[in-house]
C-alpha cells in the first residue's frame, strides 16, 4: 500500500486539514483478488488473442486461395482436333438419282502411315459401298490411301465405271450398305 | 508486455483505493471487476503508461460508469440501499466510523463524492484528478473543498477525538 498521508498540500485551514488527515487514515478493504491472478489472466487473454490472430490469418489466406482459384485465369482447355483433308468426291448423278460414278480421291493423313488407322477401314468401307465388293480386289494404290509421308497433291485417279449397286430407293448411306450386305453373296 | 514485478507494485499501491473509487457507483464484485480488468489492460499495453495511476483510475472511472449505465434500474437501487456494506476496514483505536464515513459520502453530490476519493485514497494531485475527471484544476479544487466541509459537517456528531 502506497504511504498515506503524502497529499499535496492545499490551501485548505487548519480545521479542513486536520479533517482531512483524520479521513486518511480510513483504509479500503484489500480486494478479493490478487496480482497473480492478474497476471494469469493478463497471460491467458495474450494468448487467445495470439490464437484469434492466427486464425484470422489462416481465414484470410484460405479466403485467398478459394478466391485465386475461383478468380484466377482459366486453364487453356486443350480441346483433340484431328486435322483432316476434306475428301473431294466427285459424284455424277443422274435424274432419276441412280449413282453411276464416285470418285474419291482420299489425300494423305498427315504424317500417320496409310493403313495404321482406322481411316483405311473407312476407305475401304466407303469404297464398297460405293462400288460394291469390286473394290476388295484393287490395290492399295487404287483404293486411294496415299503414303503417308507423301505431301504432293494426291492425283485424282479415274475410277473404272462400274454398274451402280445402289437402287434409287436405297439412296441413304446405311440403307446402301445393308443392301450390298444382302446382295453381297449374290455378288 | 509489463513484467511482473511492476505490476506486483502497481497492484500493492493502487488496488485498494481503485476498488474503493469504483464503489463510488457500483457493489464490491462488480467493483473489483471493473479494477481486475483494468489491470489487465494495462498488462496488454506495449508499454507503460506516462502517469500508470492516473491511467487505471481513468480506465477504471470509464469502466465503472459503463457499468453502472448498463445495470438495470433495479440493481442500482438495490445496490443504493445496501445496508452492510463497507467501504472501509475497521480498524481498532480508529477516529472515525466507517460506516458512517460511508453514509456521509453517499450523501454527497456525486462530483463532491469522486474528487474526495481520488485524492483522499487515490492520493492523486489536483492536475491527475482534472485529467482523469475531465475538469479543470481549479474547479477541482473548489468541489474537494466544498465536498470536504460538507463530509465535516456530516460526520460531525460521529467524529471522535482523541480526549474521547
Known amino acids: ?187 | 508486455m509489463i513484467d511482473r514485478a511492476t505490476l506486483s507494485k502497481l497492484f500493492a499501491d493502487h488496488a485498494a483505493p481503485l476498488v474503493l473509487y469504483a464503489r463510488q457507483w457500483l457493489d464490491r464484485g462488480l467493483a473489483e471487476d471493473v479494477v481486475q480488468e483494468a489491470y489487465i489492460r494495462l498488462m496488454g499495453q506495449r508499454k507503460l503508461p506516462a502517469n500508470p495511476r492516473a491511467w487505471l483510475y481513468c480506465t477504471v472511472r470509464n469502466g465503472a460508469i459503463s457499468q453502472f449505465r448498463a445495470q438495470s434500474r433495479r440493481l442500482r437501487r438495490e445496490q443504493a440501499t445496501a445496508p452492510n456494506e463497507t467501504w472501509f476496514e475497521a480498524e481498532a483505536g480508529q477516529w472515525i466510523d466507517g460506516m458512517a464515513a460511508r453514509s456521509a459520502m453517499l450523501d454527497l453530490p456525486e462530483s463532491q463524492r469522486e474528487i474526495i476519493a481520488l485524492r483522499l485514497w487515490g492520493q492523486l494531485t489536483l492536475n491527475e484528478i482534472a485529467e482523469v475527471t475531465g475538469s479543470s484544476t481549479s474547479g477541482v479544487f473548489d468541489q474537494y473543498r466544498a465536498g470536504l466541509n460538507a463530509l465535516r459537517k456530516a460526520m460531525g456528531v460521529t467524529c471522535k477525538t482523541e480526549d474521547g
Not at chain 1, 469390286?134 to 475410277?159: F, K
Open chain 1, 1 to 187: 500500500m502506497q504511504d498515506r498521508g503524502r497529499l499535496e498540500p492545499l490551501p485548505l485551514n487548519d480545521e479542513e486539514r486536520e479533517f482531512e488527515q483524520m479521513v486518511t487514515r480510513l483504509a479500503p478493504p484489500a480486494p478479493g483478488f490478487n496480482a497473480g491472478e492478474i497476471w494469469m489472466n493478463a497471460l491467458a487473454r495474450r494468448q487467445r488473442r495470439q490464437l484469434g490472430f492466427w486464425r484470422i490469418a489462416a481465414g484470410g489466406l484460405a479466403a485467398c486461395l478459394v478466391a485465386a482459384l475461383w478468380l484466377g485465369p482459366a486453364q487453356p482447355t486443350f480441346v483433340p482436333v484431328r486435322v483432316v483433308r476434306s475428301l473431294t468426291v466427285a459424284a455424277h448423278v443422274n435424274d432419276d438419282l441412280t449413282v453411276k460414278d464416285f470418285a474419291v480421291p482420299l489425300r494423305p493423313l498427315g504424317g500417320r502411315g496409310a493403313g495404321d488407322d482406322d481411316d483405311s477401314y473407312m476407305n475401304l468401307r466407303q469404297r464398297v459401298m460405293l462400288r460394291g465388293l469390286s473394290a476388295l480386289n484393287v490395290s492399295p494404290q487404287r483404293i486411294g490411301v496415299a503414303a503417308s509421308v507423301s505431301t504432293q497433291e494426291p492425283r485424282i485417279e479415274p475410277l473404272p465405271r462400274v454398274e451402280p449397286v445402289v437402287t434409287p430407293a436405297a439412296a441413304g448411306p446405311i440403307d446402301r450398305f445393308f443392301n450390298l450386305l444382302q446382295k453381297g453373296p449374290a455378288l
